[in-house]
């Protein structure tokens, strides 16, 4: 399928701010000067949608010390009874991207689902090197494990879910859980990867066919990873890398979307084949003529909104089952 025409108007404007001066790749900016410039450029992909939304602001304290921001969404509802969980990460290369920019995408899961999103923040990179992000996410797990009753947070009911690196810390804590449940005694019912980042350690063919043009372009991804690692073993490592994971018999169910002109299309069907080979559940889907990050583009493009609720009513049955 030809590239979604809206998707393809959208990239036209962000290719005539390039030769017009007003933005560049990530790549050439500064981490400081790079997160500036995601947090503009979210506002663009999408706004707020219409529903009553309660939204908590909390702190979680890492294993460190540290403070991490989070926000709960729920619809109101009248019971006390604590409610299912989705857990989710944001994307952004480990440098960029933060509750703001990924505010609209829980907005509408939490719209659309009955369950509350938690969306958590971890500390960026390169301030934050490997393995801090995984680190963090794994804290907000135990957090919820700890303290979500008294926040009305269902523990025993827990989906987890992520876009692009967001996804890659996802699948990692999938994979802890299951493996290790002594150090994470969490039981998620399934597990969303929205066009994860899973080998940082191979170059695959889709890197080159959609190097540049496509929105994630394959020099910004080499700066993303050099920003986070320590040294160029850390991609080897399963909590960068998820497909170079033993995966534990118990592993949640997988959801995973990819993007057909998408850099990293090739590591997500790899990975698809590797649960598959394991004798594991996944259902992967190609979206067609959509590029990373299309989640976010509720905005640009029209089909997203409905892509979504269909996600929540998914997430939905998992957490109900």
């Known amino acids: 399928m030809p590239l979604h025409p809206d998707i393809e108007g959208f990239l036209e404007l962000v290719e005539f701010g390039r030769l017009t001066g007003k933005s560049q790749p990530m790549h050439e900016l500064t981490p400081q000067e790079a997160r500036r410039q995601f947090e503009a450029a979210s506002l663009l992909l999408d706004s707020a949608p219409a529903g009553n939304l309660e939204v908590t602001q909390l702190s979680i304290a890492t294993r460190d010390g540290a403070q991490l921001a989070a926000r709960a969404y729920q619809r109101a509802q009248p019971s006390a009874q604590a409610r299912p969980v989705l857990l989710y990460f944001h994307g952004g290369g480990y440098v960029v991207g933060s509750?703001?920019?990924?505010?609209?995408?829980?907005?509408?899961?939490?719209?659309?689902?009955?369950?509350?999103?938690?969306?958590?923040?971890?500390?960026?990179?390169?301030?934050?090197?490997?393995?801090?992000?995984?680190?963090?996410?794994?804290?907000?797990?135990?957090?919820?494990?700890?303290?979500?009753?008294?926040?009305?947070?269902?523990?025993?009911?827990?989906?987890?879910a992520g876009d692009s690196v967001g996804g890659s810390l996802v699948a990692a804590l999938a994979i802890r859980a299951a493996s290790a449940p002594?150090?994470?005694?969490?039981?998620?019912?399934?597990?969303?990867?929205?066009?994860?980042?899973?080998?940082?350690?191979?170059?695959?063919?889709?890197?080159?066919?959609?190097?540049?043009?496509?929105?994630?372009?394959?020099?910004?991804?080499?700066?993303?990873?050099?920003?986070?690692?320590?040294?160029?073993?850390?991609r080897l490592d399963w909590r960068f890398s998820p497909i170079y994971a033993e995966l534990p018999a118990q592993l949640a169910p997988t959801v995973l979307w990819l993007a057909e002109f998408d850099p990293l299309l090739d590591e997500g069907l790899a990975y698809a084949e590797r649960v598959r080979a394991a004798g594991l559940a996944i259902d992967c889907e190609v979206k067609a003529g959509m590029t990373h990050d299309f989640a976010r583009m509720g905005e640009v493009v029209a089909e997203v909104p409905g892509m979504l609720e269909a996600l929540a009513q998914r997430i939905g049955q998992a957490l109900a089952g």
């Open 99 to 160: 509750l703001d920019s990924h505010d609209t995408l829980c907005r509408r899961l939490a719209l659309a689902g009955d369950f509350v999103v938690l969306a958590a923040d971890y500390r960026l990179a390169p301030e934050h090197k490997f393995p801090t992000a995984f680190n963090d996410a794994e804290d907000v797990a135990l957090w919820l494990l700890a303290e979500g009753a008294r926040h009305g947070l269902d523990a025993g009911r827990v989906a987890l």
């Open 182 to 234: 002594e150090q994470l005694p969490l039981q998620p019912r399934v597990q969303v990867l929205l066009y994860p980042v899973l080998d940082a350690a191979v170059e695959r063919a889709s890197l080159e066919r959609f190097a540049e043009g496509y929105l994630l372009e394959k020099d910004s991804l080499r700066w993303f990873y050099r920003q986070y690692e320590r040294e160029t073993a850390d």
